[in-house]
């Protein structure tokens, strides 16, 4: 894909965002050495995916959607017949948040917290207003809330149908796809056919809207 005028200020202004935020990041969790894994993929894209926060891979690589949710993820995109380069993929909360068990010392995922929801919002928006995307896809509870900013919304009342959202103080107004998070269905196999048939319906969506 030619690399149009357009592109590239947008992929500009993700990288001085992606600065910025390493620095308003590195102040606030000096002591905790934690590390921001921003979003990746085409600045220029129609589709934007939102995840939850990264987990012990995506710190490593220090990108999102890597190791077993990468995998799980590439399984979603082939069904929709999307290639990873072609869209743009981030998570609501930008560090893998841990806990740690005290008496092995092993350190684990938990869900974000509310204190780390509201510290990664605004860069969310910041993305999204930048990018400007024709569908954002939501995988699962947290960046549900976070875009439709109703913290009593639940995936299973929503996913699978479209939902007009108005982003950050501007009100950017953008559609959102809400779909349970692909690892749900792992610890929820009875999810898994609900889960399959609102891919399909995003992917009619999709071709409806032009986009596939
Ligand atoms: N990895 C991510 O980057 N996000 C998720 O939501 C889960 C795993």
Do not use: A, G
């Given at each position: 894909m030619p690399?149009?005028?357009?592109t590239s200020r947008k992929a500009k202004q993700l990288q001085k965002l992606r600065q910025e935020s390493i620095s308003?990041?590195?102040?606030?969790?000096k002591d905790e050495g934690k590390v921001l894994v921003f979003g990746e993929g085409n600045p220029d894209a129609p589709l934007v995916l939102v995840g939850e926060a990264p987990g012990h891979q995506e710190v490593v690589q220090q990108r999102p959607f890597v190791g077993q949710a990468g995998e799980n993820l590439n399984k979603f995109l082939g069904i929709l017949g999307i290639k990873r380069e072609d869209i743009y993929i981030t998570n609501a909360v930008k560090f893998r948040p841990t806990k740690v068990d005290t008496t092995t010392g092993r350190?684990?995922?938990r869900p974000p917290n509310r204190e780390e929801i509201e510290l990664c919002r605004g860069l969310l928006y910041n993305e999204l207003s930048i990018i400007r995307p024709v569908l954002v896809v939501s995988l699962g509870n947290i960046p549900l809330k976070v875009l439709t900013?109703?913290?009593k919304i639940a995936i299973g009342q929503v996913h699978g149908t479209p939902i007009e959202i108005a982003i950050g103080e501007e009100g950017?107004?953008?559609t959102l796809f809400p779909l349970y998070h692909p690892a749900s269905i792992i610890y929820r196999p009875q999810l898994k056919e609900i889960y399959l048939e609102d891919v399909k319906r995003l992917k009619r969506y999709l071709q409806d809207i032009g986009v596939l």
């Open positions: 690399v149009s005028r357009k308003f990041f590195k102040e606030i969790y350190v684990s995922n900013d109703d913290n950017l107004k953008m």
